[in-house]
């Protein structure tokens, strides 16, 4: 009995010390001036991308410059002095971790939207996640199926372009400069099988001929079996669809197989992080989309305001295609917040679809059977010399200005019209 | 998909030979610290990342391609003899499962410090300018940087073998594998032989990254895919056999590349299911000697 008595008697005492210091401590410091200014709770912004794994270096400028987008609505006052706050997760690459990582975000930290991913199926699986709670997502990767009926809730948004856009883009301006016969090697998962579905959709309209796929699993590391089977079938075109670390290595082991000798390469998407990583012999000549270059800034004073202000931020640096993603994802989520002058999910889903933006790179809106955001392609080609910096890393060389005909109908989708 | 030429397949089986000596080039650093110490170095991926790495250090210091072939493994043996010295020899006699642990956890610090030290995107590593471009091997064109690294595996191993074979230095080394005691009775310092032994590997290792480094690029996580491919390897070849080790490697890079002609999605799956055969098959791998794990 003493015994008893004596332990949770100590116990006690060590956490009422543990409580006074901790009292004294918070007491003293600049933090309960804090504490005591910010009586509203922040606006929470949940962010789950792979910040570890291939797709890693595209991620991390993801945060970097949505960052940006949350100093920058804070600096503007927040909404009427409430300030917006990113929480970044890692999901991986990984769905089932993805699910749980948004699953924490919204039950335990209490997140108002969420917004972010860099997988075409992961995407489908934080949006299952966050259509169930009612919480609104704006997802900033490439996926066809998050347009679709079936994946599609009211709190579904899509910031990216989807790959049927890409490609179509990618395809009638290859399709109609570099022949008629094509193969593909195509990373095995969702956004390879998207897009290969798109190439020979848009293809059809060039009598293309599809000669073969050839699909690898995520996370290749060595391309040298798959590449002499691609360069027996002797296409005009090579279409390697691929994101990250798979990009960059195929195309380097696919310029050391002398692939590029008699036929053109080309890419739905060219991720910036990847070129500069993989430098610019790998991706010499090669041709692709993206839907962000900072090189439009001379274009579109929205693209010279965001790429002064990531500069500003971030030692001189320029964002890239999936960091300009990362951006427009949060600003029109907060725009959307400062225009209903509330963070109520559906005011700030009416404000959202009545957006009529250009935060970086010209016109956009959000499409309102499906909230996918019309926008503009650009296709681009690798450089290789006269390159005036580091980050002077494409041409631009053609653009798909924004079109609703672009994207699949309203109808196709399975939405009511 | 059309196109199946006999060219085709001889070309397919030439690229999965020049795969699997890649696959051996990064297993011997691990058979050989494996066979000669039972250590199971889970460090190897990292050693082999550290190796890149080094490589683009000397790079960024001027250096060329060709120093670096010399300056990497030296400098990462060095750093190898120290790891020995001072994390691993406390650990032997204390079973296999301490050193596993220690050189697990030693990986993720390794990887961590890349991380700090050169940031975590990747770096580009230009193939050396005399071995660019493909050359015509008869049925088909294939990357010279390739067959120049089957050509320096070749040598890593002829150079391995004559010194383990050849040297007394390597008599020793090799009584010291079979029985420590009677070689400490005889009155060789074994402790200074695997102390060698363990440099000899971990330079290996980074003499892999660094050839890899062309191939693929540098990424501090590089050296994780290739534990697991080295880790099978060992394995197929029989845990510490440096035979089986060449014999198995070449094998695994045969049935990744015919796997890849006829379903290229389960290349990657084939390297797991043949381990599982031969291991249902032969426990030992095809070299190894039963009981070494034991």
Known sequence: MTRNVTKSERISRRRLLATASAGAALAASPFRINLLQAQETPIKIGFPVPLTGPYGTEAQDQVRAAQLAIAQFNDAGGLNGRKAELLVRDDKLNPGEAATRTLELVEKEKVNFVVGSLSAAVQLAINNVTKERGIIFNSISQSDAINEAADFSKYTFHEAMNPHLTSGAVGRYAFSKFGKKIAFLTADYAYGHEMVRGFLDVGKKFNVENLGDVRHPLGTSDFSTLLPRLQALKPDILCIINFGRDQQISLRQATDFGVKKTIQIIAPLLSHASRVAAGPQAFEGVVGGCSFYWGIEDKFASTKAFNDAFRKMYDGKVPTDYGALGYGGVRTVLAGVKNAGSVDTDKVIAAMEALKYDFYKGPQYYRKCDHQSVQSVLIIQSKSKDMKNESDVFEVIGTDEPNEANLRTCEALGHKA | ?294
Not at chain 2, 19 to 31: E, M, N, P, Q, R
Not at chain 2, 64 to 79: H, K, M, R, S, Y
Not at chain 2, 171 to 178: E, F, Q, S, T
Not at chain 2, 248 to 266: D, H, W
Request: aromatic letters at 12%; hydrophobic letters at 60%.
């Open chain 2, 1 to 294: 998909m059309a196109g199946l030429s006999l060219d085709l397949i001889a070309l397919q089986l030439f690229a999965g030979l020049a795969l699997g000596a890649i696959y051996v080039l990064f297993a011997i650093g691990l058979s050989l610290i494996f066979g000669m110490l039972t250590v199971v170095n889970f460090a190897h991926g990292a050693f082999y990342m550290v190796g890149a790495y080094v490589g683009l250090y000397v790079l960024m210091l001027g250096g060329n391609f060709w120093i670096c072939l010399i300056a990497v493994p030296l400098a990462v043996g060095l750093f190898g003899l120290l790891v020995e010295h001072f994390l691993i020899r406390p650990l032997y006699g204390r079973g296999i499962d301490y050193p596993l642990l220690l050189t697990f956890g030693l990986s993720y610090v390794m990887v961590e410090l890349v991380r700090i030290a050169f940031g975590k995107t990747g770096y580009p590593f230009d193939t050396p300018e005399i071995l660019q471009g493909a050359v015509n091997i008869g049925v088909g064109y294939f990357p010279l940087y390739r067959l120049f690294v089957i050509g320096a595996t070749a040598a890593v191993l002829l150079a391995l073998w004559l010194f383990l074979e050849k040297t007394s230095f390597g008599l020793i080394i090799r009584a010291g594998a079979r029985d420590p005691q009677i070689v400490r009775v005889l009155g060789v310092d074994v402790s200074r032989v695997w102390l060698i032994v363990f440099g000899i590997g971990t330079a290996i290792a980074a003499f892999a990254g660094l050839l890899a480094a062309p191939l693929q690029g540098v990424i501090p996580e590089m050296g994780g895919t290739i534990l697991a491919e080295a880790f099978v390897v060992t394995v197929v070849g029989g845990m510490g056999s440096i035979g089986g080790a060449v014999l198995a490697g070449l094998l695994v890079g045969v049935v990744v590349s015919m796997t890849s002609l006829f379903a290229p999605e389960m290349a990657k799956v084939s390297i797991f299911a043949l381990m599982a055969v031969v291991l249902i098959v032969r426990p030992q791998g095809f070299f190894g000697r039963a009981g070494l794990m034991s």
